[in-house]
């Protein structure tokens, strides 16, 4: 069965880090590229970070630049978010997903989300 | 960074009715849009990929059109599964943006 696991999420003042993971499972994982997908609580979806499947290129949104770092461990299957100084806005339902290309194209499979508040 | 919007945002439907949802980018995504349904609690789900390519698994009654700058999504007949936000997303340019959504609810 092809699926994804997002953990790590929870609860982190402003300023703190959290380290996102998300294990892929049922799929050829180093061939495809990956993105984290977040969701604000009662708003729409925004599309923060994308690896490559190839050359591991990346990419990242105005608002995560600098304090995001998106990396995947291909002999573990896993993807993993790195987020740092985090601010109240970065609070958020964060889903990883999989594309159907290795450089790019639409999200096919979706994980279930990881919960990340930024809160004092 | 491309924009996309959507309308309506709001669009009640009775079962078995067809429902057309619309979808425009601020430049031209050439083919390069999706379709996506999500409901309360849910991870998002592909629809449609290509514009008008259904993904795995999707029903017959979901269709898709447009290219460049004007997409729609069709719903022929709307089962009571079908109620949820739907999300038009274009991944030609980076960052890849989503449009607003529309809520399909019941009539």
């Known amino acids: 069965e092809v699926q994804l696991v997002e953990s790590g999420g929870g609860l982190v003042q402003p300023g703190g880090s959290l380290r996102l993971s998300c294990a892929a499972s049922?799929?050829?994982?180093?061939?495809?590229?990956m993105s984290w997908v977040r969701q604000a609580p009662g708003k729409g979806l925004e599309c923060v970070s994308t690896?490559?499947?190839?050359?591991?290129?990346?990419n990242y949104a105005d608002p995560v630049k600098g304090r995001f770092t998106i990396s995947r461990d291909n002999s573990k299957n896993t993807l993993y978010l790195q987020m740092n100084s985090l601010r109240a806005e970065d609070t958020a339902i964060y889903y990883c997903a999989k594309s159907r290309g290795s450089y790019g194209g639409a999200f096919d499979i979706w994980g279930q989300g990881t919960m990340v508040t930024v809160s004092s | 960074e491309i924009v996309m919007t959507q309308s309506p945002a709001t669009l009640s439907v009775s079962p078995g009715e067809r429902a057309t949802l619309s979808c425009r980018a601020s430049?031209?995504?050439?083919?390069?849009l999706a379709w996506y349904q999500q409901k309360p609690g849910q991870a998002p789900r592909l629809l449609m990929y290509g514009a008008s390519t259904r993904a795995t698994g999707i029903p017959a009654r979901f269709s898709g059109s447009g290219s460049g700058t004007e997409f729609t999504l069709t719903i022929s007949s709307l089962q009571s599964e079908d109620f949820a936000v739907y999300y038009c997303?274009?991944?030609?340019?980076?960052?890849?943006?989503f449009g607003p959504g529309t809520k399909v609810d019941i009539k």
């Open positions: 690896i490559s499947g190839g050359n591991s290129g990346t």
């Open positions: 997303q274009q991944y030609n340019n980076w960052p890849f943006t």
């Open positions: 430049q031209s995504v050439s083919s390069n």
């Open positions: 049922g799929f050829t994982f180093s061939t495809y590229a």
